[in-house]
């Protein structure tokens, strides 16, 4: 050590002739750990429960607003579908009308066509058992569910079959749809207001 150099720390590690000593943070000393991050006041924190509480109590609130007039819609729907169908006129096949002085509410009254798969069942272990092998496949196409190829009456008309058979497969054919009617949508025209369709 040469005269006048401080001398160091115990546990200080020796250093190779040139090499730099390590660099340290600035500002802090060998054993200050980072400052840690200063909590919220208590002010704060009442601040942010009461903006939350707040929130979450309008939330509910509006909810509540939204439930009761959906529930009150739906009443006067149910009401005007009920008028419609007592006092209503006919417009189409499937749409009643109902005019007021001003306005008017039509409703339309669809169908739903859809494949009844025990139907089916029935109908391709009967063309399996009694036609010539393949001729299931002719009028199906199976995935998850049974769809029935577009036209099985062409199919049917193609296939040389005693009058008896052709007759139950064309029974077994219409078996295989289930229509269903669906809910009537409602559609109001307002005076001076461009018209809205409610569906459902």
């Known amino acids: 050590m040469t005269p006048g150099t401080p001398a160091l720390p115990p546990d200080t ?4 002739p040139g090499r730099p000593a390590p660099s ?3 500002g802090l000393s060998p054993s200050q750990p ?5 909590p919220p006041a208590p002010s704060q924190i009442d601040a942010l429960i009461e903006e939350y509480a707040a929130l979450q109590s309008s939330l509910l609130q509006q909810r509540d607003v939204q439930r009761s007039l959906q529930e009150t819609c739906d009443e ?24 007021g002085l ?6 339309t009254t669809g169908t739903l066509v859809q494949v009844d798969d025990a139907a089916c069942d029935a109908f391709r272990g009967y063309l399996e058992k009694s036609l010539p092998e393949g001729t299931a496949e002719r009028f199906f196409t199976r995935q998850v569910s049974y769809h029935i190829v577009k036209g099985p009456d ?12 052709r007759n139950r497969v064309s029974e077994l054919v219409r078996a295989c749809f289930r229509v269903t009617t ?14 809205g369709v409610e569906k459902g």
């Open 154 to 165: 062409e199919v049917l008309r193609a296939l040389e079959l005693p009058a008896r058979i």
């Open 24 to 26: 340290r943070p600035s």
């Open 76 to 99: 006067r729907k149910a009401k005007l579908l009920e008028w419609i169908e007592a006092y209503g006129v006919h417009s189409t096949s499937k749409s009643r009308r109902l005019q």
């Open 13 to 16: 590690p020796a250093l190779s």
């Open 102 to 107: 001003h306005h008017c509410a039509v409703a």
């Open 34 to 38: 980072p400052a840690p991050r200063r």
């Open 182 to 195: 669906k809910a009537p949508s409602l559609r109001v025209d307002l005076a001076g207001v461009e018209t």
